[in-house]
Each structure stands twice: as C-alpha cells, then as structure tokens.
C-alpha cells in the first residue's frame, strides 16, 4: 500500500515563530488532507489539497501532487497550535492512509 | 464542530466484554468511515459505508462489525474485547461514495479503555 512519511517527527517552537511540516507520500492520490489533532484528542480538518496551494488565516499548504509531496505552513504561531499534525491520503480506495504526524509544541 | 456525532465520549469495560459505539454523519452525507487510533498502530482505516452498504473493508478484525442503518447512523460493534482494542474510535462522514472530491470529516471518537 501508499506510504505516507511526515517530518519532522517532532518540533518545539516559540510562539511567535514560523513553521514548515513535510509530507510525502509513495504513490498518485485522489485526495490529500491536512488535520490538527489538538490535546483532547479530536481531529480538526484544516485542508483538502490534493494539488495546488490553498490558504486560512495563519495556515497554508502546498501540495505538489507530479513530486508527490505536501507542506503546511504555520507563520506567527500560537500556543493553541500545539498539537499533533497529520497528513491523510487517498490513492481512489476510499480510505484515508495517515501519516505518523508532527508533534508540535508551542511555548509561550 | 464537524457536524459528525459520537457517542459515547468514554467507554470503559473488561475483557471479553461486547460494546457497540454509534455515530451520526453530518447532514446529508451518505458515507460513513471507522478508524481506530491505538498508540502502537497509529490511525487506521476500518471499513467503510455508502448508504447502508459496506463499500471498503480496512484492517477490521473479526471480532469487530458495524452496520449502517436506514437513517444513515452507524455502529461499530466490537466483542471478545482484548486489551489490546484499548484505542479511540473515530467515525467520519463524506458526501460521497469516494473519490477525488470526497473530504472526510471526523467526530470527536470514542476513547475505548479494556481493563
């Protein structure tokens, strides 16, 4: 099946400060979406970006669907940006295939 | 608010016990996705229904069911509980049977503890 390989794997941050998150992936994808798992738990959906660049507010992502990877862009961040970032993909099987995630940790 | 709802938030029980966990899609969406999220496995995909029929099959232990019923609620059914089926239980909705415009969205899970 797809692998789907997020980096890094962990990242400490001052609030205030920018951030990039990677994800790549092993194969085409109908369907590539970005999620915040905050600490209770529930996952957030922030995009749907299967190919092309989409932005909402401090967030942003770039998905390059022929080199098979993605990036989400966190600038000014915030202590209630912390959380575990995911990256989900769908190569047309219907189910989504996560990614391990980031773990970011925003320090006032 | 996603619009997709869970119940119940908390579930507590012993091994060898059955429980059924329930969720309702958001409005209008016909597609209904289990998903488990263990520590050791991460988050994996369990089945999948598209108004009342199975249409994907993940990684569903047989011990594990779920159906969808008429009015578009689903339950994930799970017996013979081992300790290791600890995890949350996510349920997501889309408004389509799959494809390159289907956006999942999740509920809020059910975290499953097997003492």
């Known amino acids: 099946g797809i692998q789907v390989e997020q980096s890094p794997p962990d990242l400490i941050l001052q609030e205030g400060a920018n951030s990039t998150l990677r994800c790549n992936f092993s194969d085409s994808v109908n369907n590539l979406q970005w999620f915040h798992q905050n600490p209770w738990g529930q996952l957030i959906n922030l995009f749907y970006?299967?190919?092309g660049t989409k932005q909402n507010g401090r967030l942003s992502a770039t998905t390059v669907a022929t080199e098979r990877y993605s990036l989400l862009y966190i600038s000014s961040s915030q202590t209630t940006d912390s959380g575990v970032y995911f990256c989900?993909?769908?190569?047309?099987?219907?189910?989504?295939?996560f990614g391990s995630g980031t773990r970011l940790q925003v320090q006032p | 608010d996603s619009g997709v709802t869970q119940t119940p938030k908390h579930l507590i029980t012993a091994t060898g016990q059955r429980v059924t966990l329930r969720c309702s899609p958001r409005s209008g969406d016909l597609s209904v996705y289990w998903y488990q999220q263990s520590l050791d496995q991460g988050l994996q995909f369990l089945i999948q229904?598209?108004?009342?029929?199975?249409?994907a099959k993940g990684n569903i232990l047989e011990r594990f069911s779920a159906q969808q019923f008429p009015d578009l609620h689903s339950e994930l059914n799970l017996s013979s509980l081992e300790l290791g089926d600890s995890a949350l239980y996510f349920c997501?909705?889309?408004?389509?049977?799959?494809?390159?415009?289907?956006?999942?969205?999740f509920g809020p899970g059910t975290r499953l503890t097997v003492l």
């Open positions: 229904y598209y108004n009342g029929e199975e249409r």
């Open positions: 997501a909705s889309s408004s389509s049977a799959g494809g390159s415009t289907d956006t999942q969205y």
């Open positions: 970006i299967p190919s």
């Open positions: 989900a993909v769908d190569t047309g099987r219907r189910a989504l295939t």
